[in-house]
Structures are given as structure tokens and as C-alpha cells.
């Protein structure tokens, strides 16, 4: 079935050191590709999605890019802030228009 | 303007116990999603209603959890006869319409059911 594997966390960085959370999916069909966020205490939010192949999502200094050739989706951010402390969920969504997602990896960023 | 709301934020019941979970969408968004959050997983997909008929529920993991959506606003999650493995966090997400891939899903704060 559908399915999204991404990097397991815990991840802990110092501020300004740049990021990369590693996402695969699986290819059936046609997916698109999104990264949630969940902020402390706070619900899940869309942080950047991409629709088709080669596409790149970002927003608030991260990007992911659409890779159909290595089934990956990887969130990367040059510098990360403490405020950037959070999970982060890659999921895709199929021909159904529901998402599946990955586990979660857990940010923690260092003043 | 007013976003997901979910009640109740957290349920504490015992094994065996019936419980109903509340989701109120963003107003005018015709698509409705449920899905269930265990500790240490990503969101799992239970159901999706587009107005008031339920378009997929194969996410829905036996016959003891039922939703309704009767208005096409409102939505309730219904489980019977609970059990320990039921505790979880339950996420409601709507979106304007559940056709188009651009029609982001926005996710309430989630109910935590805890069964005792």
C-alpha cells in the first residue's frame, strides 16, 4: 500500500546549522508530496507541499523538492532558528485525497 | 476566523465504555477528515466525508468506531465498547472541497482518548 518513510528523529542542532529530514514514498500513481509541522502544544499546520515531479515547495526558509527519479522528498532549511523547534511529518496524498503519513521527526534547535 | 475545533481536548474512559468525539470544520468546507494519531506515529487516515455522506471509511478499523455527519457541518466519531489499544489522539482535518489536491487540509487540535 501507500507509504512514507522519513528519517527517525530525534534530531538536535545548534542555531543556524543547516537542516535536511529525509523522506521517501512510494511511487504508485501520480502523489502529491506535503511536509506538516506541529509547534509545541499546537496543532498540525502545512508548512510546503509540491503537486508534480521537479516541483519545489517552501516556505518560511525551507524547501523540499519533488525527486519522481528517487521517490524522495526531502525538507532541508539553510539556517534553523530555536523557533523552528518542532515535528515534522512528510505525507503524501494519492488519487483518494487522503494523506498518508510518515512518523515524525522531532527538531530541537539550540540556542 | 475560526479554525478546527475538536471536543472534547481530552477523554478519560474505561475499558468497555462508549465515547463520542466532536469536530466542528472550518464553516463553508465540504470536506471532512478523521484520522488517529498514536504515541510515536504519524496520523493515521479513518474516514472522509464530503458533505454529509461518508466517501471513504476504509480507514475505520473494525465495526466498534462509526462517524456521522449529518448536516454536512458537524461531525461526531463514535466508539463502542472501548478498548486500551482505542488510546489515542484523534485529529479532525476540513478543506474546501476533498477533490482537488490543492484544497490543503486543515487540522484541529485533536481529542486524546485515554482508556483506562
Known amino acids: 500500500g501507500d507509504s512514507v518513510t522519513q528519517m527517525e528523529g530525534p534530531v538536535t542542532l545548534s542555531e543556524e546549522a543547516f537542516l535536511t529530514i529525509n523522506c521517501t514514498y512510494t511511487?504508485?500513481?501520480?502523489?502529491?508530496l506535503f511536509w506538516y509541522v506541529q509547534y509545541p502544544g499546537e496543532g498540525l499546520q502545512l508548512l510546503l507541499k509540491?503537486?508534480?515531479?521537479?516541483d519545489k515547495g517552501s516556505n518560511k526558509g525551507f524547501e523540499a523538492t519533488y525527486r519522481k527519479e528517487t521517490t524522495s522528498f526531502h525538507l532541508e532549511k539553510g539556517s534553523v532558528q530555536v523557533s523552528d523547534s518542532a515535528v515534522y511529518f512528510c505525507a503524501r496524498m494519492g488519487s483518494n485525497y487522503k494523506l498518508t503519513f510518515g512518523k515524525g521527526t522531532l527538531l530541537t534547535v539550540n540556542p | 476566523g475560526a479554525g478546527v475545533s475538536q471536543t472534547p481536548s481530552n477523554k478519560v474512559t474505561e475499558k468497555g465504555k462508549y465515547v463520542e468525539l466532536r469536530c466542528d470544520p472550518i464553516?463553508?468546507?465540504?470536506?471532512l477528515y478523521w484520522y488517529r494519531q498514536s504515541l510515536g506515529q504519524g496520523p493515521e487516515f479513518l474516514i472522509y466525508?464530503?458533505?454529509?455522506?461518508?466517501?471513504?471509511d476504509s480507514g475505520l478499523p473494525n465495526d466498534r468506531f462509526f462517524a456521522v455527519r449529518p448536516e454536512g457541518s458537524v461531525s461526531t466519531l463514535k466508539i463502542q465498547r472501548t478498548e486500551r489499544g482505542d488510546s489515542a489522539v484523534y485529529l479532525c482535518?476540513?478543506?474546501?472541497?476533498?477533490?482537488?489536491?490543492?484544497?490543503?487540509?486543515?487540522f484541529g487540535p485533536g481529542t486524546r482518548l485515554t482508556v483506562l
Open positions: 464553516s463553508g468546507h465540504t470536506a
Open positions: 511511487a504508485t500513481g501520480y502523489p502529491s
Open positions: 482535518a476540513s478543506s474546501l472541497s476533498g477533490t482537488s489536491v490543492y484544497n490543503e487540509q486543515f
Open positions: 509540491a503537486t508534480k515531479a521537479d
Open positions: 466525508f464530503q458533505g454529509t455522506g461518508a466517501a471513504d
